[in-house]
C-alpha cells in the first residue's frame, strides 16, 4: 500500500489543523492506521492509531483530548484532527499501516509508511 500524507503547515498555537493519509493498493480496511511524529532533533513517537473495523482508537498521553484519528475505508483515507495545538507539536507527521494486530503504538509493527507532512505550531 502507498501512504500520502497531506495537510501540514503552520498554525499558532491553540489553533488547529486536519491531516489527511490518502492510501492507494491493497485493500485499506485490511490495515490498522496510525500517525507518528518527530520533533527536530528527537526520535519518531507514536500519537494515535484507529483499528482496521473502526472501533478502536488509541492515543499518546500528550495528545489525548486534543487530537482525534478517524478513517474513512470508501474513501481510502485516515484522518488526524488536531486541536489546541501547542509549540511542542511541532514535528514531522507520518502516516504508517500495519497488518498485525495489535501493538498499535510499536513503530516496529508498521509495514508501510507515508513521506511526513511538516506541521509548525508558533509560539
Known amino acids: 500500500v502507498q501512504l500520502q500524507a497531506s495537510g501540514g503547515g503552520l498554525v499558532q498555537t491553540g489553533g488547529s489543523l486536519r491531516l489527511s493519509c490518502a492510501a492507494s493498493?491493497?485493500?485499506?480496511?485490511?490495515?490498522?492506521m496510525g500517525w507518528f511524529r518527530q520533533a527536530p532533533g528527537k526520535e519518531r513517537e507514536f500519537v494515535a492509531a484507529i483499528s482496521r473495523n473502526d472501533a478502536n482508537t488509541f492515543y499518546a498521553d500528550s495528545v489525548k483530548g486534543r487530537f482525534t484519528i478517524s478513517r474513512d475505508n470508501a474513501k481510502n483515507t485516515v484522518y488526524l484532527q488536531m486541536n489546541s495545538l501547542k509549540p511542542e507539536d511541532t514535528a514531522v507527521y507520518y502516516c504508517?499501516?500495519?497488518?498485525?494486530?495489535?501493538?498499535?503504538?510499536?513503530?516496529?509493527?508498521?509495514?508501510?509508511w507515508g513521506q511526513g507532512t511538516l506541521v509548525t505550531v508558533s509560539s
Open positions: 493498493g491493497r485493500a485499506f480496511s485490511n490495515y490498522d
Open positions: 504508517a499501516a500495519k497488518t498485525v494486530r495489535y501493538y498499535y503504538s510499536v513503530e516496529r509493527r508498521y509495514d508501510y
